[in-house]
């Protein structure tokens, strides 16, 4: 249905999220999706967030994946300033056991929506990313039901090991 | 980019979710993206809530609204069973204040991510679908643009009112 | 010291905050604080609320009170472009007893501090915003230690009401 | 009353729960119940769980101990394909300390009871499927009489230790 | 393979809960289970409690339900003092929203468990009761399926009634 | 105004709570406070527990000390059994924080109070239990003044110290 | 062993907290125990809420019951300054379900302890503070057992009655 | 406008907080604000801290940051002797995760406010101060600014790290 590459911006807004969201990134590259991932703050460097927001989508991205942690308003600036679906991912931080980054991002008032996945929920948020693209670009739901197929293949083998092991 | 109209299905774990996902309906309908409503319970009737995730997607559905409280478990039993995006709408109950809903939603292990929006957050639900519908309906972009621009407008009538009022 | 009158300037996130807003407002007014009020949301109208934050020191305002519920967002993203003092009132919603807009409005991370109130606590919003204001216009030190003395004199006055009606 | 053995399925939501499920196993080893262990995933492999749910009475099993983490949908989703009682164990992951897999598992709504024990409370679980197989397999009973006898001796052993290292 | 009738004692730790209770009762009205309700507190009556957990089984007992608020103590004593399958009912009180009692009856030390159901989830309290009792009593195999069949059937109106009611 | 000397009962649910409530004893002790300590479960050892609340008083005992984690029962039920003040202690264990702990002590219902110390806070127990002992044995009342002060001291030296340490 | 009549301060942070208070009261008036009901706010009246305290003793008291709601630091601040015990009743507010009261009271540091009844506790604060009376006061330990024994009647005929109803 | 040197008091609960009130200090030095530290405790030097709260404004301070764990009660009590703007660090300790902290600080009742900033939010205490003095004190303004371009800085210089290590 579509020739050009389905293409996916990764933000976070600290580059201490970056060992949690490689796991985006690797789902990202699995599915061959091309991506962007830049440290953008929405306190730090709030004009350059909004500015990336506004400009999103005239520059070919489909979705946005933006993670961040405590009071974390980073996915929900993002939305504001775009149409594009927004995925959250709520950084665990070293207080509140992620639950202030999760109902920061999640409770998001009417009119703003911000597709929010687990605490830490990075594969999720790539996986997440590549049903939506899927919509548009048809070979990844071919993809799609083969990584399905292999994560259950993965737990009859687990389910086999144990098996062994158990008895 | 598509000649037929976009399409979703609508479900809810039960019928007294309905006076809060009427509002997704409303947003449905606004958009005039075509939807189907069902009551479908991952406990109370299994069968037919499985059976509907594995055929969503032959059926046209492009994307999944589930409601449920509680232990809250359609979202991800449906997400199980298709490679739809799958967004989730944790109901609150009688107890606990939505945060049994919400974290039985929000929180799916690795594989199988729930898009999951506000506790009661169904106006949003229908947004988040109608923004994931966007990337292969392009007129609903038009649509959204418009939307953002009427809640702005609402705001700053608002913010008149309010204005005279005070003062 | 200062011959001009204090100036604050008072923002909500949604017109239904107003009731709780109004306590702040009335103890500026008992201060003889200049104030404006102002619906500004950070994500229906971001463009207003942001030009509002980066031009509120120009236009004379000395600080900032900003009320906001659920995913709160609108004291963190106002101070991120702004100098001034922000004070945070997290206000109740509907669902998580007010958890949500507190941990939205408190856990800001390091380099944009928002000094936030107790939930729906606006009317120590506004005392905050005068004892800060007090730094520069002397004039109401003087009257916050009036407001102490009566705060005293009322509590012991319903202790001798109380003392009566217990026995 | 009954000439066979007593026999219980134990299902996990994934291989990473084995070290606290170990607990329900020893348990079921040292009351010579006989059982069977799988690792099953409510989201991952739907089909064979459900599957597995349908047909474990018919295979004999008078009980099933399921156990899984985050959004713990596994022994509701069995539980909604059996008659047979189910016991489900909360596991505690890497955020949230377990609240998540407890309000998950515990919070079913009305008609499809599972009989939840503590978060990693694993050693429970084995118990209480003991105490339901004793119902039909009058020896367990005297064995359960034995257990709690082994347990106050161990108590009463402890005492005695702590008094004299205390003093 | 009984020629008895299936017996389940019903205790709660104050009146108050009867109307939660209630639900228990006619689940186990329903199922045609013989029962006893009785009001026992853990700290007010405490030696008729122990008493009543002592001689339970011999007076023909087969499971015991037990509901309590707050610092929920009742499930946990009786399992203490007897080997059959207790089943504990949290019982929403005037603060905390249920978390406290949940948390006092479900996060049993091992060597005890009680099986806790949702909080005030009073029907699912019987339904676990009858799902127990069924190893012994066959007949009651037969009415859970029937029960469960009407649940769906029920579902499945109410689906039909939203569909009329919602196009 | 006593000639004997004062005399607590300080008891634990489990030996693995010694390294908490080792520090009430080190209070007893340096207060000169008799005392015996027991490890006692009131779901392990339930007979042991009760016999040994009914008999507290006549044995001389003036308060009791009562720790335990998770659904912590001990405090209360011995609580229920005897009218001397009881002091609950709640234990951290491995999950929620000790929250369980917490409301499972201090929630009790109207009728049977624990006077409840922080999670962990096994030195205040002591210090209140030497408070209410002063009530009949004076010459504690002298001990807890220079406690006040030996804590004020000590405080005083840390701040000389952080003094010269951080300029 | 004593001749004086048993007293005790009761002192709350606001006169709203009157309607729980009153409870406490009831419990001193039946077990006839002297009191003075004050409010004193250790925010609004510190220095007569400290003076107070200081002069507690002196005047006899033998105990402090303290009730405060939110940031409940009452108690705490009595503490500091007495070496009576004081016992703590967390008052409920219009947020966060108590759950700020009481973690403002019984989580004090070390030295310093309250003894923390349960939320709305007002009731049991009183029988805490007979219990702790009766150290020194011997005919109130009559009256306790007189009060056990008529909870105790009057669950037994709670029971009765409900016994006749539900059948 | 003002020619003395901007002065700020920083008092914590334990030397134990230094190592988080140190990011204060940092701050502050950063900024040239004078500053005094002082271990100063509610709890255990109650006389100190109120002394010291009350005296505050005559010694030339203009804002006071108070640091405290647990039942946190001093930047509230400190609060309730000064008009001096008191911001509030609630600190993390081991246990509730810093919940019991930052509730004990920010839920203060109307009439004595504490500008509170995030758990463990020590650096951000120090800008708040900063911001406030800038007030009166027009040279921080000019640093504010120059911070504020620092930290932008410094997420561009980690963007484009992360943009060569991830690529």
Same mark, same amino acid.
């Given at each position: 249905?579509?020739?050009?590459?389905?293409?996916?911006?990764?933000?976070?807004?600290?580059? *201490?999220?970056?060992?949690?969201?490689?796991?985006?990134?690797?789902? &990202?590259?699995?599915?061959?999706?091309?991506?962007?991932?830049?440290? #953008?703050?929405?306190?730090?460097?709030?004009?350059?967030?909004?500015?990336?927001?506004?400009?999103?989508?005239?520059?070919?991205?489909?979705?946005?994946?933006?993670?961040?942690?405590?009071?974390?308003?980073?996915?929900?600036?993002?939305?504001? &300033?775009?149409?594009?679906?927004?995925?959250?991912?709520?950084?665990?931080?070293?207080?509140?056991?992620?639950?202030? *980054?999760?109902?920061?991002?999640?409770?998001?008032?009417?009119?703003?929506?911000?597709?929010?996945?687990?605490?830490?929920?990075?594969?999720?948020?790539?996986? #997440?990313?590549?049903?939506? &693209?899927?919509?548009?670009?048809?070979? &990844?739901?071919?993809?799609?039901?083969?990584?399905?197929?292999?994560?259950?293949?993965?737990?009859?083998?687990?389910?086999?090991?144990?098996?062994?092991?158990?008895?």
């Amino acid at each position: 249905m579509s020739n050009q590459k389905p293409k996916a911006a990764v933000i976070m807004g600290s580059d *201490s999220d970056l060992p949690i969201v490689r796991k985006t990134i690797e789902i &990202l590259k699995k599915f061959d999706v091309e991506y962007e991932v830049n440290v #953008l703050s929405a306190h730090r460097t709030p004009d350059m967030a909004m500015e990336y927001a506004r400009s999103a989508e005239q520059k070919g991205f489909e979705v946005i994946i933006a993670a961040a942690g405590k009071a974390a308003h980073l996915p929900g600036v993002i939305a504001a &300033l775009t149409i594009l679906p927004v995925i959250g991912i709520p950084i665990k931080s070293s207080t509140m056991d992620g639950l202030d *980054s999760l109902l920061s991002i999640v409770q998001m008032p009417s009119g703003i929506p911000v597709a929010t996945v687990a605490i830490d929920g990075a594969e999720n948020a790539g996986l #997440l990313a590549v049903q939506i &693209l899927s919509l548009k670009h048809q070979v &990844l739901k071919e993809k799609l039901i083969m990584h399905k197929a292999d994560m259950e293949r993965a737990v009859i083998e687990k389910n086999n090991k144990i098996k062994e092991e158990v008895f």
